[in-house]
């Protein structure tokens, strides 16, 4: 499933550049383009989904979610510590619509919610 409007298909496909963290056969992870913390990355499913309740299949949504740890390691964080947050729809002010993993982390966070 592939989006042609969409720049994290395109992100996914490598006609938009990025800054790979991880990637397998399922999922692909790079750096945000606008960091809000010092670790920043971004996971997403290869294939199109416009949301976290977008009918992902449970083998997809187990990659997803266990591509989290492996960013986490790869980028240090595992121990200190990091946030995930998964914008969803225009309450969550989700800006790209193939559903996507921040994950944030490298400083101290406050204890209230994130306003990514
Ligand atoms: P959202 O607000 O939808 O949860 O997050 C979208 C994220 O995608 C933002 O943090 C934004 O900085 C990032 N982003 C948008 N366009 C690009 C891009 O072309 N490349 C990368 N690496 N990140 C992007
Ligand atoms: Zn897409």
Known sequence: ???PECIFCKIVEGEIPSTKVFENEHV???EDLNPMM???TL???RNHYRN???GIPDDEMAHLMQAVGEVARLKGV???GFRVVIN???DACQTVHHVHV???GGAQMNDGNPSL
Do not use: K
Request: hydrophobic share 45%.
């Open 1 to 3: 499933m592939h989006d």
């Open 28 to 30: 692909y992870a790079f």
């Open 38 to 40: 010092p670790v920043h």
């Open 43 to 45: 996971i997403v499913p």
């Open 52 to 54: 976290i309740a977008d």
């Open 78 to 80: 595992a121990e200190s």
């Open 88 to 90: 969803t729809n225009d």
């Open 102 to 104: 921040h994950v944030l």
